[in-house]
């Protein structure tokens, strides 16, 4: 028996990088029993000599699971979902970690998963890869997305989001997917677009020796995630090419209004501009959040449990703790405050 | 007398914000005589209540001093170097701090001060501000350019390539003005306009509450300097607007290639830019460099010495060491050298 009540758990990780390895090496200093599996050989064999529990056999690491974090690269989970479904007892909830979530949703949906798969993306990484790279703190105070599929999905929303926090210390966004996507390509997408593009100019500059030399730290922070592996950056590019393409005009106006008061040596237009984002940086910095909780009843409808969750989370509030009392859920949240 | 004999200074810091208090701060930890001013006057006594000397007035500041590092925001720096030259000794070498150096250089040269005049610009900061967030380790290992005024210049560069090697531990990068100024639109003035971008548009959408809530270290770092004091970065902006021109183009072009890629859902296309842009970020992270020395006697003109200096920091290299034997100068250097 996990803290405040959470049984303990036959957890699979299928899928050890940088990710999937963070979530097992956190796994493996709780009381769930915990086992990864990856499609990479010499990473299981990593994996064993830094003391993990890991199978040889798909087949062995699912068999009597309650509970399989998919964690492979972007574009394989649909695939690599119903190869889980195939193998995993019936009962298994099963959730993933990847970093765009309509696509999966669309094949957990359509292949009747609904009741049992809920999309998660722990909003934490790193520019390594690698199950070398993995840490079991990463995802320690880090937002983790999990989004629900409708009210069939909350049992298994309540199970993975009291997970999520008595084991990984992290706090739940519970979010719509397509809502997910839009944000996270501001949050995230278009933020290794930029740091790609600056990299690349660079890259391509008659300057570039002397630019490497006199980088300082914005340039260094400005290009950080474009060390990040290009094949995972891709594919996490191209998954979300629809919310990007939505979401790119906002940056490039405001890239517009900068550069233009900057030519034109515009310092009123450009102090006003520059203050806009200084906002919303100094807001990320020091972000209000009031403490509240709320309660459901077995009176009271799945839907309006749901409606919560996902208009918590959309607007910038998160699950900080989940209490099951019988028929009642507890809800413990931090809603965004007004300083 | 200093180690590698430099002899005691008399030096001046005039202006001591965040930039010009971590100079005094350092200077004051050396055997070097400082004492600091600045305009504030609340600036003056919370540097005497840290125990650093502070004058009350700049000409009791500046008056016997060998050495005067002008510190005060960009803008102000043709004015201030008028004053300081009015009350400094004739024989007073000045150096400033300024993230622009074409600005500075034309009015120091139509001021006469070729021979006593080298820009300076130690490449380390913070989105801090003020005295109090100033730091005497700084600018440990940045590179710290110096820009001399020609042959003129070249007796005062080698005094302060010697002070900033041997009582920064900076590393000293010498350039042209107007290079300088070209590569640091690269270097640090467009990283700032993209930051300001992403932190403005998230400011004016509509998931701006959402965004902050989920933000990962993408977008953390690629919004740091967005939280500079906004006036700070429009005066470096404004008066880097010719190069920011001449360069932007450059980082939009790679822009559109990577959202064109994006859109199109070419994942080769975009792979193919995000390896270039990594090629670059991964050459920033381990910078590969080779020593080097070269010695210059009497013998030899003074042109050669500082076309060498010039070349060395244009093509990404820097000074590590200068020692000087009588009428021979040693350059210790590190020059980029392929893998």
Redesign the interface.
Not at 123 to 126: E, I, K, P, R, V
Not at 313 to 318: I, L, Q, R, T, V
């Given at each position: 028996m996990a803290r405040d009540g959470l049984p303990t758990l036959r957890i699979a990780v299928v899928g050890t990088g940088l990710i999937g390895g963070s979530v097992l090496r956190r796994l493996a200093q709780t009381e769930h029993e915990v086992v990864g599996w990856d499609l990479d050989p010499g990473t299981r064999t990593t994996g064993t000599d830094l003391g993990l529990a890991f199978a040889d056999r798909l087949d062995d690491a699912l068999a009597g699971r309650d509970v399989v974090f998919l964690c492979g690269p972007l574009s394989s989970l649909p695939t690599g979902l119903a190869e889980v479904v195939a193998a995993a007892p019936k009962h298994c909830v099963i959730t993933d970690v990847g970093s765009t979530k309509m696509a999966v949703a669309v094949a957990a949906e359509r292949a009747g998963l609904a009741g049992r798969f809920v999309g998660g993306h722990p909003?934490?990484?790193?520019e390594r890869a690698g199950l070398a790279a993995a840490t079991p703190d990463l995802y320690v105070g880090?937002?983790w997305?999990l989004t629900p599929l409708g009210v069939p999905g909350l049992p298994a929303f309540r199970l993975l989001a009291r997970l999520v926090l008595e084991s990984f210390d992290a706090r739940v966004?519970p979010?719509d997917a397509t809502?997910h996507d839009?944000?996270?390509a501001?949050?995230?997408h278009?933020?290794?677009?930029?740091?790609?593009?600056?990299?690349?100019?660079?890259?391509?500059?008659d300057?570039?020796?002397?630019?490497?030399?006199?980088?300082?730290?914005?340039?260094?922070?400005?290009?950080?995630?474009?060390?990040?592996?290009?094949?995972r950056?891709?594919?996490m590019?191209?998954n979300n090419?629809a919310a990007?393409?939505r979401?790119?005009g906002?940056?490039?106006?405001?890239?517009d209004?900068?550069?233009d008061a900057?030519?034109a040596?515009d310092?009123e237009r450009?102090?006003s501009?520059?203050?806009?984002?200084?906002?919303?940086?100094?807001?990320?910095?020091a972000?209000h959040t009031e403490p509240a909780s709320r309660t459901f009843t077995a009176g009271e409808s799945y839907n309006e449990e749901l409606t919560y969750l996902l208009e918590l989370?959309?607007?910038?509030?998160?699950v900080t703790g989940c209490q099951i009392d019988g028929d009642r859920v507890t809800y413990a949240v931090l809603k965004?405050a007004t300083p």
């Open positions: 909003m934490a990484g790193s880090a937002p997305v966004v979010l809502v839009d944000i996270v501001l949050a995230s278009i933020p290794h677009i930029l740091a790609g593009a600056l990299a690349t100019a660079t890259d391509r500059s300057v570039r020796a002397a630019v490497l030399s006199l980088a300082a730290g914005s340039f260094s922070d400005g290009t950080r995630v474009a060390g990040t592996p290009s094949a950056t891709t594919d590019l191209i090419r990007i393409a979401r790119i906002l940056v490039r106006s405001a890239l209004d900068l550069v900057v030519v040596g310092a450009l102090l501009c520059l203050s806009e984002g200084r906002h919303a940086r100094l807001d990320l910095l972000r989370g959309a607007s910038g509030g998160c965004p």
